[in-house]
Structure formats: structure tokens, C-alpha cells
């Protein structure tokens, strides 16, 4: 199993979809960086050499943010917008979406499920 920057990529699937399981590359990234290393993108990650995860690992540490530093810089990113009191980190305090999507009727991935008011009668007709 080929473990680079502190993920464990899956056995059975192609590098071009293993290498999406690291924080901060997708498929088009992960395309770009098997073009510099020249592995082919159909090989299975099971049958990389050590020579090529090693390339892989040092293209990674050069060139790319991923994993743990992406992570902090992107938090580092939004404690700044919370501190000016900017819009954007105000919305990102309140757990609300930053750009401008209606929350009346959708936004329940930011929001929550949806609460309901539970034994609420209606009065009764006289």
C-alpha cells in the first residue's frame, strides 16, 4: 500500500483516482502531477514501483500545498475573515452559505437537518 503525504492510497484503483483521495488534489490536479512524474494514468496503485512513489512524493512536497498545510492556510484564511468582521466571516461564524444563495428554502447543508416545533396545537374553534 503506498502511503504518501500521511494518506494511504487505496490498492485496486487507478492512481489517477487514488491520488484524489489526498486533501487538495482532484482529478485534474492529479493528472497534471502524473504528467511530470510520467507514470501512466490507467496503472493500478497496487503495481507502482517504489521509484515512482517516491517521485510522486518529492512532486508533492515541492510544488503542491496538500493535506495538513493546505489545511491550516485555509483556516488561517477564514480566522482572518472573521476577525476583520467582514460579511463573509460573519457568515462563516453563523454557519450560514457565503455567497449569496437563498436560505429561506434550500442551504440544509449548512444550516442542519430541518427542525420542526413538536406539539404545537392549534387553538381550538368555539
Sequence with gaps: MARIAGVDLPRNKRIEIALTYIYGIG???????????????????????????IKLRE????????????????????KRLSDTGCIRGR?????????????????????GGKKTVAGKKKAPKK
Aim: glycine share 4%.
Design 27 to 53: 482529478v485534474t490536479r492529479s493528472n497534471e502531477i502524473l504528467l511530470k512524474c510520467d507514470i501512466d494514468k490507467n496503472k493500478r496503485s497496487v503495481n507502482l514501483d517504489d521509484a515512482e512513489i
Design 59 to 78: 512532486i508533492l512536497e515541492k510544488e503542491y500545498d496538500v493535506e495538513g498545510d493546505l489545511r491550516r492556510f485555509e483556516s488561517i484564511n477564514i
Design 91 to 111: 457568515r462563516h461564524r453563523q454557519g450560514l452559505p457565503l455567497r449569496g444563495q437563498r436560505t429561506r428554502t434550500n442551504a440544509r447543508t449548512r444550516k
